[in-house]
Each structure stands twice: as C-alpha cells, then as structure tokens.
C-alpha cells in the first residue's frame, strides 16, 4: 500500500464538499506532468456475516479495480476534451506492470513505482463503502419515529498525487457521502468519483486553478 505523505506549505480549501490540501504551486507542478499511472485504489467494504475472509478480500480487490477503472474514465474525459494534457496509462497496463514487478508482495517505494511505470505522478487513494444500519432495520426505524433521518449507506473517497520530480505527495482529497434508506450505493460511488475528479488539478476544473493556468502561461 503506498503510504500518504505529508508536505510542507500546504493551502487547504474546502470546496463543492471535496476537503483539498495542496502544494501552493500546484497548478505549476502538475502542468509538468506528461504521464500519469492510477494506482489500484485501496478498498474497504462492509464485511457481512456470511462473509468468509477470502470471499471479503476477493470483493474488495474488484472493488479495488472497478474504482481504478472508474478514475481512469473520468479523467479521461477530461483528456479527451483538451483539459488534462498528460498521458494517462490505461489500468491495465498500469497493473500487469505492477503484477509482473511483484507488487504489491513485493514492497517498492514511490519513486520506485514512478520508475518502473515510467511515469511523472501518481494517483492513489482509498475507498470506503459501509453500511451502518441495514435498510430493513432502517424502514422499522422510521416506521417507529417517521422524523428519525436513518443513514444506510456511507462512501468516503480519498486520492492523493505523488510527484515523482519532487518526491513527495503533492495533493490531496477526500471527500464523504451519506445516503438515506433508498440510496444506492454504485450511484454514491460514481457521484464521489466525480466530485473527486472536479477538484483533481490537472483538469483546470475549479477556477483557481484556471486563474492559475493562465497566469502561469501570460493569458
């Protein structure tokens, strides 16, 4: 698992409910990227009863992928549409890379990673997708007391950037979503997902970072 670090001078903003820390040049820094790799995401699901440990670790390796795949679509609009000019490696080449180098039995560091995926930053994070009360303990619930609000589903998205030029993590964002009996959890995932790649620098969303650009590049 690749460990989140921490940098020095960091600005934080909290933004359409995405918490952000980043590096005050980020825009700067990002803008030097040409090749990006998503890293397999780490995931966290609830675990039921039934659940074995082997059935539970082989649903959170897909869910794993799924959310990596998920990522890559995403910011692969943005590629498409001119905003994001770096090269994103496909999941799939970035995890038979990875798979073929041993990882994640066997441990590399950050830099190690950008090397052996030849690229200029990283993409990590975690996923968590919990379910405190089951909907069927929710309906008596609010069958008892109907003004009770009765959360069933829960999905927290953290993802981070590793610069590989500075060796060091250069931003990060985290942002959570609480859904009432009826919610679906897939929909909460890709709306997280979504939210998560708004705020991401490279694709000149937020207009800091648009008021950045152009004032890195005399517009």
Known sequence: MIKLFLFLGLTVFLTACVSVQEAPNIVELTQGHTRIAIM?????LERKIWMNQDKYNEL?????????????????????????????MTP?????ILFGA?????????NDLCSLLNVDALVFGNIQVMEPVSEATAIMLNTANPNFTVITNIVNLN???????????IWNGQTSLHGQYGSIKENMQRKA???MVRNVPHTLKKRRYKNAYQKLNGI
Do not use: M, W
């Not at 397999?40 to 966290?44: D, F, Q, R, V, Y």
């Open 40 to 44: 397999p995401i780490s995931a966290t």
């Open 60 to 88: 959170c390796r897909i869910k794993s992928e799924e959310t990596q795949q998920r990522l890559y679509r995403q910011l692969s609009f943005y590629a498409r549409s001119g905003a994001l000019h770096a090269e994103l």
């Open 92 to 96: 799939d080449e970035v995890n038979s």
């Open 102 to 110: 041993g990882y994640p039995i066997t441990p590399k560091t950050n």
């Open 159 to 169: 993802l981070s950037i590793y610069d590989a030029k500075r060796a060091e993590q």
């Open 193 to 195: 997902i979504r939210r």
